[in-house]
């Protein structure tokens, strides 16, 4: 098993993601970032056909690859027809639930470029990441800690007093408050061209997220040396902030053109 693993690690598989993920060992995945396709927005090279019965196996192969406390990232939004949302982002989601997946968390990704503006309808500027984990919470959690803070560096107004655990009050004295806080869980990132990435290549996939993003997650939810999966990897975002942050990656994607952008946009990055 774990020789199937090993040749897997740090390779760009080009297939379809049940039929290659069914070749990965149960419990061996530390932490997925992924975006499938959102309802048939697109085509993607006219070969993905996608809708909930192709999700659901997707999905049930994710739970099993992933080690126990091993984290998803599942990026998604959802489509408008005729005046209603299709919420396939939530149906998705309580599919997840209902195999066994913990929802750790809901993280808005708020994006600060967006199509053209809707004549009856608020602007839309977000997506939904979806963080679930298996059998509890996340086995790895590194709390981003870049939001600023109004105090920081000063020392706390009056003395700091705590409740001890026998009920008593104790005064330890002031505290120096920290520059930065952590994070809420709405993130935002410039996107569009030119802004997700430096890789012009990249830009010849048609719905690629910014790297800063997927880069946050790893960071998030993993550790050096972890492996990495994106089983709709795309133009390689995943990746190539996995190798950028010392983890293993695995890339799977069914298109041929995708694969190649993402050895490009990977190999280039220095491996
Ligand atoms: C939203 S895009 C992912 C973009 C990626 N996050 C990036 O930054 O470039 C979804 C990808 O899923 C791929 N895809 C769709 N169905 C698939 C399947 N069954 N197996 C593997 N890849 C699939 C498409 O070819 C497309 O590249």
């Not at 390779?11 to 993601?17: A, R, V």
């Not at 719905?207 to 997927?214: C, D, Q």
């Not at 998030?220 to 972890?226: A, M, P, R």
């Not at 709709?232 to 942050?245: D, H, I, L, W």
Request: glycine fraction near 8%; aromatic fraction near 10%; charge should be positive.
């Amino acid at each position: 098993m774990i020789n199937t693993l090993e040749k897997k690690l740090n390779t760009i598989i080009c297939g379809d993601c049940l039929k290659e993920l069914k070749k990965l060992p149960e419990n061996s995945i530390d932490l997925i970032v992924t975006s499938p396709p959102y309802d048939d927005l697109r085509t993607y090279n006219d070969s993905a056909i996608w809708n909930h019965e192709i999700f659901k196996p997707i999905a049930r192969q994710i739970y099993r690859v992933m080690k126990p406390g091993g984290t998803v990232v599942w990026v998604v939004g959802d489509k408008t027809e005729n005046g209603n949302k299709s919420l396939t982002s939530f149906k998705q989601c309580l599919y997840f639930q209902e195999i066994g997946f913990n929802i750790f968390d809901t993280i808005i990704y708020e994006k600060t470029g967006s199509g053209p503006p809707h004549p009856n309808r608020y602007f839309n500027t977000f997506e939904y990441m979806f963080v679930l984990s298996k059998d509890g919470k996340p086995k790895t959690i590194n709390l981003l800690r870049d939001k600023k803070n109004k105090h920081g560096g000063k020392s706390t107004f009056g003395e700091v007093t705590r409740r001890e655990k026998d009920g008593s009050l104790t005064n330890k004295g002031k505290k120096i408050v920290n520059d930065f806080g952590v994070r809420t869980n709405i993130w935002k990132y410039a996107n569009g061209k030119g802004f997700s990435t430096k890789d012009k290549i990249a830009y010849e996939h048609p719905a690629i997220f910014p790297e800063k993003l997927a880069e946050d997650h790893i960071i998030s939810w993993s550790n050096e040396g972890d492996i990495v999966l994106d089983p709709f990897g795309g133009s390689g975002t995943t990746c190539k902030m996995a190798v950028k942050n010392n983890r293993k990656f695995i890339y799977i994607d069914k298109v041929p053109e995708y694969c190649e952008i993402a050895r490009k946009r990977i190999e280039h990055h220095g491996n």
